[in-house]
């Protein structure tokens, strides 16, 4: 059982990134989300999207990002925008399956530097 995140790197501001994010290991999966944590800061909520497609943002990304999702590939993706200095941080992955209960799964960071 596994989220797998991957796509960070070192970018210019105005620049654009990918982030991906496979699970693996979990069925009935519901909702999923990207999170970010900038050094010294909280982690904070970036994007969600349900399983039907519908997505959220964080008022900060509105425009910018997107977040899609291939539910036959169990991935979803995070399309970085014209990226600014305050979007360096570690992004992390995160997916709620039904069952029995809820259950809920985060993946590794992948660390995005926006720099010049």
């Known amino acids: 059982v596994q989220l797998q995140a991957c796509g960070g790197g070192l970018v210019q501001p105005g620049g654009s990134l990918r982030l991906s994010c496979a699970a693996s290991?979990?069925?009935?999966?519901?909702?999923m989300a990207w999170y970010r944590q900038a050094p010294g800061k909280q982690r904070e909520l970036v994007a969600t999207i349900t399983s039907g497609g519908s997505t959220n943002y964080v008022d900060s990304v509105k425009g910018r990002f997107t977040m899609s999702r291939d539910n036959a590939k169990n991935t979803v993706y995070l399309q970085m925008n014209s990226l600014k200095d305050e979007d360096t941080a570690t992004y992390y992955c995160?997916?709620?399956?039904?069952?029995?209960?809820?259950?809920?799964?985060w993946g590794q960071g992948t660390l995005v530097t926006v720099s010049s």
């Open positions: 995160y997916a709620t399956a039904l069952g029995p209960g809820l259950y809920t799964y």
């Open positions: 290991g979990i069925a009935n999966i519901n909702t």
